[in-house]
């Protein structure tokens, strides 16, 4: 035989009792010494000492939203769209890409945003392409188009 015990030889520690009660069966109750003339005079002295509040200012009426001013561009449909000349400032292979590849020169932007309706191409994910002023603006903003 070997020298190693096995698991059910192995010894078994038992948890020792605590020879000190619980610390809930030591707490006293509630003392009801106190009577009900002793709890009324309490609540009359903190009553009497309390001063009605004078200094509040009244509510005023809140405004209602006004309503927010748009911060996309809107552009008409009659202007027209034209190439600076700068290189495409997107990723090719973008979603965005996809709808730039749809600027024509001398196109104007009605006829873009019927071209970007009616397009079959689709993004990356194989979604129809979602497009439009946003596109327009930001083109604007990095100088890839001019709107005249």
């Not at 096995?6 to 106190?34: C, D, G, W």
């Not at 903190?46 to 939203?65: H, I, K, Y």
């Not at 749809?102 to 497009?131: C, H, I, P, Q, Y």
């Given at each position: ?12 520690k ?7 009660p619980?610390k ?11 009577s009900?003339?002793d ?9 009497q ?22 911060k ?10 034209k190439?600076?000349g ?11 890409a996809?709808?730039w ?7 104007t932007v ?7 309706d ?16 946003g596109?327009?603006?930001i ?10």
């Amino acid at each position: 035989m070997s020298n190693v015990a096995s698991i059910t030889e192995a010894p078994v520690k038992k948890k020792a009792k605590s020879s000190k009660p619980a610390k809930a069966a030591n707490k006293n109750p509630a003392s009801s010494t106190a009577s009900e003339k002793d709890r009324e005079q309490a609540l009359n002295s903190v009553t009497q000492a309390t001063e009605p509040v004078s200094n509040v200012s009244p509510l005023r009426a809140v405004p209602p939203p006004q309503p927010r001013e748009r911060k996309s561009a809107v552009y008409s449909g009659g202007l027209t769209i034209k190439f600076t000349g700068a290189p495409n400032p997107v990723r090719t292979g973008t979603n965005r890409a996809e709808i730039w590849s749809l600027f024509e020169d001398g196109m104007t932007v009605g006829g873009f945003m019927s071209a970007l309706d009616a397009t079959d191409k689709r993004g990356k994910n194989g979604k129809t392409l979602k497009g439009g002023h946003g596109d327009l603006k930001i083109a604007v903003e990095k100088g890839y188009i001019e709107l005249v």
